[in-house]
Structure formats: structure tokens, C-alpha cells
């Protein structure tokens, strides 16, 4: 009779990871013979043998095991590389490069789909030296966020004496083994937990960190019946504390091993290929995906924002899978564009840690997602979706202006996307080829670019990158011309909702990039039309219509009093932010700027006021000579200011002086537009009060 087998070979063999091992081997013998057929002609290939069958198999590799691997143990025998076929090196660097990106993906998905991988082959990194630990005295002054959640939540970890972690780690490992050999799934308890907290705090330990995420993949697939699990958790307060564990802890101990490079610029570089690096990788790649397979099942916004911030910290370790980065990203976006706001916020952060990657194509890929998923997201706007679709293109910006040379290329693409619909409709002239541009994708898209450019041309961004001017700055032009472009098609009463949506995006356009772009010519229509005295206002008790929310006027609004009054104000609210505006105020040659309009409103005031009865128009014309009065005011002041002027103006550089040392805010005008700013935030706050239903009286 031949000699008993050891201990650790009949654990293994007991614990019925023969099976699963056999399993993978197979898996990758086919992904490695589909490989070896695409590359055909290079040579003669390596042939892979057919194994009989799984009987036959099982029989051959437990007289192995009790030859060949005799007094081994699990850890060993898991690590001895019969899993993948060739070592990692090879798989991951000369195997990868070979094949194509399909064959990637499913490389990979046999890596960590399976829930059979046990990396038992992390143990083997175990360095148990000083050199390997962090003193708790330290660690408020390295990682405080850590420390704080510790002392709010793990205290007794903190009066933690130093002692032998490892040793309770490899108790528990003797604690599955008799469960196992009871042919049962060990429980997670409270008790285990806490013994993997401490060898994970003390020791940074590899070893505690591999069995706590296996026991986190049980975690997060616990309640699909096809899947074989290594723990069972029966109580809801450890499930809570496993993840929470997981999310926290596995960012700070991988920091300690393969720490990566943090460059000046903000940007970030993936940990060196070290044996230790390319080891944790395989385990590192399962991890995330579990949590983002956990995160489709989460509802409890802490808990998501939790998630989100702790993977976003593991980002530089999972960039170098192309199919992990593209489902983290689909995941970031899906609650950046449908969550609550405090939500919305953490999913942004993540997806801008994915955008500070020195890998270009990465870069490209999630301004281009970014942008595809703000433009999805805007299709239809209401008073309800507005403020989270004005949140995302904040946001959306934030992230276009991180790389202006990356973004340059993107913008330039898409707003000629918007000039060719605009061309179409300008040709085509249908009722469908208008819908192409009058619709609030159109008009965000004109927004947000907008705001993009304006952040990226502002003067602050300027001083920030040393004086050198955006690469943005060039779309300015065709930006404006498309969007003026768009607010010609059409000129009717139902359409000034649009127009005035546009000109606000051209004006903080110039306000920021200090530009002149006139607008009084696509302001002034809407305005005099209200006070023209052929038009009778009908009257009505519809409620006043709200501009933000609107592109086109409903039919019953068309010619009522209430939708002229809209009209006026807004029109006149615009038309004196424009004229107050840097670009306009602030030249030196305002006062002669300002007469034809002030010439046109005149007479438009004078018509408004000579009709009587059902035709007069008082409330606009109010507004109007308001307007005109606070013009002609700040015309005087500007003539004021530059009285001590002498010298010609064909002297540029001495004319750029002056309009810089001008002071715009302090013009009357200003001065009108800001008191005009708080009255319509103040009705603002009051109308979404009402809306919420806190039973706000509306004053006029």
C-alpha cells in the first residue's frame, strides 16, 4: 500500500477544487487552440492535448497529486501556474499582444467570470518583514479619511496590540478545511471578520485580503442559484460589514504593495509590472467586477456612493483591462445620468479619475461616452429634469477642460454635427427637416459647448495654464455661427422660446471669452413685436409660461397678453445683460453702440403708447422705456469716463488699456441688470416652492 497522501493534498481533493481545476484548464486550452488557429501560417503551433473525459482526468491528476505533488500544500499546488497553462508573464504581455481585442475579452472573461479562481497564489506574496507594516501610530498622518472611519466605526482595531495576525488567518483556513471536509459551505461570522480586519490593518496581509474578497464575490453573487460560493452569510449585519470592508480596506492595502505614480499635472500611471503586481492583478480584475455586478443590485444611496469612491481609487490598477474600464464606465454613466443627485456627484468623480489616465485612448473613450449620455439624457426637459440635466453639462464641462488638446477634437466633430443639421433643414425646408434643429437636444448640445469653451477661454483658465491660449479657442467662430444660423430658420411668434434660449448661450459665451458677437439684431424682433399696436392681445387665464422649460409656444398662448408680457421681459432682461456685458459696455465705443437701438425702441415705445382701449400695451411699453432710460444713462457714463481720452482711435494698443482699466460693473446698466438678476432668482425660488407644494403666494 502506498504512502498516505498529505494532509494538504486531501483537503484539496476533498474540497472538490479538483473538479473546478480541471474546469479552467479546459477553458483555457480552448481560448488557447482558438488563438492558435487564427494565427495560422506562422509557424508550426504547439499541439494541445485531448483530454478522454472527466472520470479519466480525475483519476490522472490525483495520482499526480499524490505523486508528483506529494507534500505540497494547497497553496502551493494552486500557485504551481497548471491554471493558466503558461505563466501569467506570458499571458499577459506576448499572448495579449497577438490577440486581437476580441480575443482579450475573452481571455479575460475566463479569469474572473468563474468563481472557481481561489488566487491562492497571493499567499505566496506574504512578506511578513517590518518593512511591510504600517504603524497605527502613523496612519492618522498618511490615510486620515481611513483612520477616521476606523475611529467611528473599528475602534478596537486601533487598541489592536501587534501580534501574529497571520497565525488567525491560518486558523481560519483550518476551520474551512474541516468544513469542507464536512462537505458544507462555511459560515461567515462576525468573529472571522474581524480577524481579517486585523491582519489587513497590522499587516497590510495578502493572504487576509484574498479570502476576504472570495468571501466578498459570495457576497455579491449570494442570491443566484448557478453559482458555487465559498461562504455562506447568514446575517445581514456581517453581509453589510463584508462590503463595506471590501471597499475600504482593498484601495489601502493595495496602495501598500504596488503603489502607482502620481504625475504633476493631475493625470496618474499604473503600477510598475512587477511578479507582485502581475499576481494581485487577476484577483484585482475579479474584484471590481463583483463590485460593479453588487452595485446593479444596491439601492441605498450611501452605500452607492460609497462604492463609487472606493473603486474610484483602484482605477489606476484596472486600466490595463480594456473590458473592465469600458463596464466601469457604463456603470459611472448610468448613475451620473439617472441617480440622485448626492449620487450623481460620486459617479461623476469616478468617471473623471478614469479621465486623468495617461492612456489616450481611455481619455477618448469616456469624453465620448460622456457626451453620448448627456445628449440621451436631454431628449425631452421639464421643469423636473432640468436642474439634473443643467447638473450634467456642469459636470460634463468639468471634464471636457481637463485635456484641451483631447477635447479640441471631439468638440470640433460635433459641432460640425450640429452645422450639417442645420444645413439640411436650411435646405430641405420640410416640417421633419426642422424638427433635425428646433429640439432641446439642439439646444443643450449649443449650451453645452458653450459652457465648454467659455470655461476653457475664461480668464482665470488662462492665468491658470501661463498665459497660453486653449486650443478651444478656435470653435468659438464656427460655434457662433451655427448657433445664430439656427435661430434664423425660423422667425415666428411660437419660435422666440428657442431663440431666446440660444442667445443665453452666446451671451455667457462672450461674457467669458470676452468676444463681441451681436445679438441685439436677434433680440430686438421679439421685443418690438410685442409692442406693435396692429397685434390685439387676446385675453386669457392661462398662467404665465415659463421660458426655461419651453422651446416652442403652445397654441393657446399665441397673441394672449400673458405670452407678450413673457415675451417682453425676457427679451428686455436679455437685451440689457447683452448690452452690459463686457464685450459691449466696456468698449470704447458704446455710446455710438447703443443709438440705433435706443432709436428703434423709441419709436417701437411711441407706437405702443398711442393705441387706446384693448390695444394698449402699458405693462410692455413700462418695461421698454425702463430698458431705454438705464442705456442711455450708461451712455452718458461711458462718454464720461473716456473725456480725458487723447489719443486717436487707430491707436489699438492704448484703446486696449483704457477698456481694460474700465470699470464695466459699476455702469448704471450693471448696476439695473443686477437688481433685475435677484427680483427674477427671488420669483424663481418662489415658483418652485409652489411647485413642491409649500403653499407660496406668488406676487407680481
Not at 504551481?80 to 479575460?108: C, K, R
Request: contains cysteine; proline residues 3%.
Amino acid at each position: 500500500m502506498g504512502k498516505k497522501a498529505a494532509k494538504s493534498t486531501r483537503k484539496f481533493a476533498a474540497s472538490g477544487q479538483l473538479k473546478k481545476t480541471i474546469q479552467a484548464r479546459r477553458k483555457f486550452r480552448d481560448i488557447k487552440k482558438k488563438a492558435e488557429k487564427r494565427k495560422g501560417g506562422k509557424g508550426k503551433e504547439k499541439e494541445v492535448r485531448e483530454d478522454e473525459d472527466v472520470s479519466e482526468d480525475e483519476e490522472e491528476d490525483v495520482e499526480e497529486t499524490s505523486g508528483k505533488f506529494k507534500g505540497m500544500s494547497v497553496d502551493d499546488f494552486l500557485g504551481g501556474g497548471f491554471m493558466q497553462g503558461d505563466s501569467d508573464e506570458e499571458g499577459s504581455q506576448s499572448g495579449g499582444e497577438a490577440m486581437s481585442e476580441d480575443e482579450e475579452d475573452e481571455e479575460e472573461g475566463s479569469e474572473y467570470a468563474d468563481d472557481n479562481e481561489s488566487f491562492a497564489d497571493v499567499d505566496d506574496l506574504e512578506d511578513e518583514g517590518e518593512a511591510h507594516l504600517m504603524e497605527l501610530s502613523k496612519l492618522a498622518e498618511k490615510d486620515p479619511e481611513f483612520y477616521k472611519y476606523l475611529q467611528e466605526n473599528d475602534r478596537e482595531l486601533l487598541e489592536f496590540k501587534l501580534n501574529d495576525a497571520n497565525a488567525e488567518v491560518d486558523e481560519d483556513e483550518d476551520e474551512d478545511a474541516e468544513a469542507m471536509e464536512e462537505d458544507t459551505t462555511p459560515v461567515l461570522t462576525k468573529e472571522v471578520l474581524q480577524r481579517w480586519q486585523k491582519a489587513l490593518l497590522d499587516h497590510r496581509s495578502l493572504k487576509a485580503l484574498r479570502k476576504m474578497l472570495i468571501a466578498f464575490r459570495s457576497a455579491a453573487h449570494m442570491n443566484e442559484e448557478d453559482q458555487v460560493l465559498a461562504w455562506r452569510i447568514d446575517s445581514s449585519t456581517v453581509y453589510n460589514k463584508l462590503v463595506t470592508t471590501a471597499l475600504r480596506y482593498t484601495p489601502v492595502v493595495l496602495e501598500h504593495h504596488c503603489p502607482y505614480r502620481s504625475l504633476p499635472s493631475g493625470k496618474f500611471k499604473a503600477p510598475t509590472q512587477t511578479n507582485k503586481w502581475k499576481t494581485l492583478q487577476k484577483l484585482i480584475l475579479s474584484y471590481f467586477h463583483n463590485v460593479l455586478h453588487l452595485m446593479g443590485q444596491i439601492s441605498d444611496d450611501e452605500m452607492l456612493r460609497l462604492a463609487f469612491t472606493e473603486t474610484a481609487k483602484l482605477v489606476p490598477y484596472v486600466t490595463s483591462s480594456r473590458k473592465t474600464v469600458k463596464a466601469y464606465l457604463k456603470t459611472c454613466l448610468n448613475y451620473w445620468s439617472s441617480a440622485e443627485d448626492s449620487v450623481r456627484i460620486s459617479a461623476f468623480l469616478s468617471v473623471r479619475r478614469l479621465a486623468a489616465a495617461t492612456d489616450e485612448s481611455i481619455v477618448d473613450l469616456v469624453l465620448k461616452n460622456t457626451y453620448l449620455t448627456l445628449v440621451r439624457s436631454c431628449k425631452s426637459t421639464s421643469a423636473h429634469t432640468l436642474p439634473a440635466i443643467n447638473l450634467m453639462k456642469n459636470s460634463a464641462s468639468e471634464l471636457f477642460c481637463a485635456d484641451h488638446a483631447a477635447s479640441y477634437q471631439h468638440a470640433f466633430g460635433y459641432i460640425r454635427q450640429l452645422a450639417i443639421h442645420l444645413r439640411n433643414s436650411m435646405k430641405t425646408k420640410t416640417k421633419e427637416a426642422y424638427k433635425q434643429v428646433y429640439n432641446w437636444q439642439y439646444v443643450h448640445c449649443v449650451d453645452f459647448w458653450a459652457l465648454v469653451i467659455a470655461r476653457a477661454c475664461d480668464k482665470q483658465t488662462l492665468i491658470e495654464r501661463g498665459g497660453k491660449e486653449s486650443e478651444l479657442k478656435a470653435l468659438i467662430y464656427p460655434l457662433v455661427q451655427v448657433a445664430l444660423g439656427a435661430a434664423r430658420l425660423i422667425r415666428n411668434a411660437r419660435s422666440f422660446p428657442f431663440h431666446l434660449h440660444i442667445v443665453r448661450s452666446i451671451l455667457h459665451l462672450t461674457r467669458h471669452t470676452n468676444t463681441y458677437v451681436p445679438l441685439a439684431p436677434y433680440l430686438l424682433p421679439i421685443l418690438t413685436s410685442t409692442l406693435s399696436a396692429s397685434s390685439k392681445p387676446k385675453p386669457s387665464t392661462l398662467r404665465p409660461l415659463d421660458f426655461e422649460t419651453h422651446i416652442r409656444a403652445p397654441q393657446q398662448y399665441l397673441k394672449t397678453r400673458v405670452y407678450n408680457e413673457g415675451l417682453a421681459e425676457e427679451s428686455a432682461f436679455l437685451l440689457a445683460e447683452y448690452l452690459a456685458s463686457p464685450p459691449v459696455q466696456g468698449s470704447i465705443g458704446f455710446p455710438e453702440v447703443i443709438i440705433p437701438i435706443v432709436l428703434l425702441l423709441r419709436k417701437a415705445i411711441k407706437g405702443a403708447k398711442g393705441a387706446q382701449g384693448k390695444l394698449a400695451k402699458t405693462k410692455e411699453a413700462g418695461i421698454a422705456k425702463a430698458l431705454v432710460d438705464r442705456i442711455e444713462e450708461s451712455g452718458r457714463w461711458a462718454e464720461q469716463k473716456r473725456k480725458g481720452v487723447v489719443f486717436a482711435p487707430g491707436k489699438m494698443g492704448e484703446v486696449e488699456r483704457w477698456e481694460e482699466g474700465l470699470k464695466v460693473e459699476d455702469s448704471p446698466l450693471a448696476r439695473y441688470v443686477k437688481v433685475q438678476r435677484k427680483a427674477r432668482e427671488k420669483r424663481r425660488k418662489l415658483v418652485e416652492k409652489a411647485r413642491e407644494g409649500e403653499d407660496e403666494i406668488l406676487e407680481d
